[in-house]
């Protein structure tokens, strides 16, 4: 079966990056494009970007492109992203989610503490 | 940015009521919605895509509707399983927008 699985939680400093990842399984990984999804504490959701794990190539919002890159790793089926300067604002959870949002990982919760 | 704007944000209702969310879409964006259902804890899971048509497993009493710019999800009979929040997502261009979301509680 389909499974997104995501690493997890994180305790940064402000101004440090957090890397965190996206296993997938159960599926061709170079198949299906790679979301992902913030969601600030009690929010809704934001998109901040999208992975193609077969060319590579990338898109994202406006908002996040200069704070977050995304990458793959085919051999492992994994997609990542690196949010780097982090701030409070940045504290959230993070889902990756396959195009067609038809799977979810289960999230990763950052905060962003002294 | 396509602006999905999304109400109620609240909606207090009994077992057994028919209810509908809205979202309205500030461009065109032809079918290219989705409703989501999220549950304190869990991530989103996806009720509706291509704006009228119901995922997979997803229980019949879930139905999408469009009327122009406007989008709805309906719930015929509301079940307490159904207790959750709704959001709806653009995908016609990006960046990909969702609503603000809607939190179905009981009355």
């Known amino acids: 079966q389909v499974k997104l699985l995501q690493s997890g939680a994180a305790l940064v400093k402000p101004g440090d990056s957090v890397k965190m990842s996206c296993k997938a399984s159960g599926y061709t990984f170079t198949d299906y494009i790679i979301h992902w999804v913030k969601q600030s504490h009690g929010k809704s959701l934001e998109w901040i970007g999208y992975i193609n794990p077969y060319s590579g190539g990338t898109n994202y919002n406006e908002k996040f492109k200069s704070k977050a890159t995304l990458t793959v790793d085919k051999s492992s089926s994994t997609a990542y992203m690196e949010f780097s300067r982090l701030t409070s604002e940045d504290s959230a959870i993070y889902y990756c989610a396959r195009y067609p949002f038809d799977y979810w990982g289960q999230g990763v919760m950052v905060t962003v503490s002294s | 940015d396509i602006q999905m704007t999304q109400a109620p944000s609240s909606l207090p209702a009994s077992l057994g009521d028919r209810v509908t969310i809205t979202c309205r879409a500030s461009q065109d964006i032809g079918n290219y919605l989705r409703w989501f259902q999220q549950k304190p804890g869990k991530s989103p899971r996806r009720m509706i895509y291509g704006a009228t048509n119901l995922a997979a497993g997803v229980p019949s009493r879930f139905s999408g509707s469009r009327s122009g710019s406007d989008y709805s999800l309906t719930i015929s009979s509301l079940e307490s399983e159904d207790m959750a929040d709704y959001y709806c997502?653009?995908?016609?261009?990006?960046?990909?927008?969702f609503g603000a979301g809607t939190k179905l509680e009981l009355k």
């Open positions: 997502l653009q995908s016609k261009e990006s960046p990909l927008t």
